[in-house]
């Protein structure tokens, strides 16, 4: 049974950071790839970032590039993303879901509980 745990969102400030974690349990990092799935306020779902399996490629959306880091450790079952110069519209609910490549990680996939990020002064 594929389960993910996210946490690590909270209230920061603009121009604050974050790291979220994805604990993952029920099959192998090494076999899947991650992505980071942001549902914000009256929008659509939007991959925001994703690793693959090998953890050799990454991928970032136009939105976060630059600004977020994605990577993980297989040791741990855990998946990170370090949030930097966070923006008001970086504010919603972060979920991260599995595929076999990022390019198949499709928004919808994510149905874990999510953490709540939210940017305001």
């Known amino acids: 049974q594929l389960q993910f745990v996210e946490s690590g969102g909270g209230l920061v400030q603009p121009g604050g950071s974050l790291r979220l974690s994805c604990v993952v349990s029920g099959f192998s990092l090494g076999r899947h790839a991650i992505g980071w799935v942001r549902q914000a306020p009256g929008k659509d779902r939007e991959k925001v970032s994703c690793?693959?399996?090998?953890?050799?490629?990454?991928y970032y959306s136009d939105s976060v590039k630059g600004r977020f880091t994605v990577s993980k450790d297989n040791s741990k079952n855990t998946v990170y993303l370090q949030m930097s110069n966070l923006k008001p519209e970086d504010t919603g609910v972060y979920y991260c879901?599995?595929?076999?490549?990022?390019?198949?990680?499709?928004?919808?996939?994510?149905w874990g509980q999510g953490t709540q990020v939210t940017v305001s002064s």
């Open positions: 879901a599995a595929g076999p490549s990022c390019i198949l990680i499709h928004p919808s996939s994510a």
């Open positions: 690793i693959s399996s090998r953890g050799d490629s990454t």
